[in-house]
């Protein structure tokens, strides 16, 4: 339940994810063991809800730090180096440096002019967008992709995000436009500059 907890957390505050991450946000294992301690804390919350709620602060820096000391196991092979952004209200911008050899083997090539035919080795996959949750469930709203420099259409991220997101009780992988319940009694994620704050 942590690492769904966690994973949540990241893919919410990051299915969008950062162009950059700020010179001045350094991942530190001070800053990934706390979020694995809020972590803890939301799941121990779960079991024992109150009428007033928990509302628990998670700042960027804490996360992208989860991703690099902690998050290595959620993290698909062919996936390094993610990171995200709170970029304004409910505004998220995240990347990842990506293998896109591997999605473009396992996809037929419909025509030469298919985008994947172009797509190879590893490039920096970026996403920006906006987050909406409300009870209990999240949603993800995407404004823009790029691989490299280069803008990329929705259905060409959706191929990228699909393959890397496969499961075997999920062997489609996440849909961009699908809502995702939010666990452990998460009623909605409310993101500002450089913060989430998790409400119970």
Same mark, same amino acid.
């Given at each position: 339940?942590?690492?769904?907890? &966690? ?10 994810? %950062? ?12 800053? &990934?063991? !706390? ?7 939301? #799941?121990?919350?779960?079991?024992? *809800? ?5 509302? $628990? ?6 996360? #992208? ?23 304004? @209200?409910?505004? /998220?911008?995240?990347? %990842?440096? =990506?293998? !896109?050899? @591997?999605?473009?083997?396992?996809? &037929? *090539? ?6 994947? #035919? ?5 490039? @920096? ?5 906006? !987050?909406? $949750?409300?009870?209990? =469930? ?14 990329? *259409?929705? +259905?060409? /991220?959706?191929? +990228? ?12 992988? +996440? ?7 939010? *666990? %452990? ?16």
């Amino acid at each position: 339940m942590t690492k769904t907890i &966690a994973a949540v957390l990241v893919c919410a505050l990051g299915l969008a994810s %950062a162009v950059t991450l700020r010179a001045d946000v350094r991942a530190t294992r001070r800053d &990934a063991a !706390l979020l694995k301690q809020k972590v803890a804390a939301i #799941n121990a919350q779960a079991d024992k *809800p109150t009428k007033a709620g928990r509302r $628990t602060i998670v700042t960027e820096s804490e996360v #992208n730090s989860y991703l690099v000391y902690e998050a290595r196991d959620q993290i698909p092979v062919g996936v390094v180096q993610p990171t995200i952004s709170v970029i304004g @209200a409910n505004r /998220l911008s995240g990347s %990842a440096i =990506v293998d !896109l050899d @591997a999605v473009r083997k396992q996809k &037929a *090539p419909t025509s030469l002019l298919d985008p994947m #035919n172009y797509l190879m080795g590893r490039l @920096a996959v970026t996403a920006v967008g906006k !987050l909406t $949750t409300t009870k209990g =469930v999240g949603r993800f709203e995407l404004e823009s992709s790029s691989v490299g420099s280069i803008p990329i *259409p929705k +259905i060409l /991220l959706q191929e +990228i995000v699909s393959y890397y997101s496969r499961t075997p009780e999920k062997p489609g992988g +996440i849909g961009l436009d699908d809502p995702f319940p939010l *666990p %452990a009694r998460i009623r909605e994620i409310q993101v500002d500059r450089g913060q989430a704050i998790i409400v119970q």
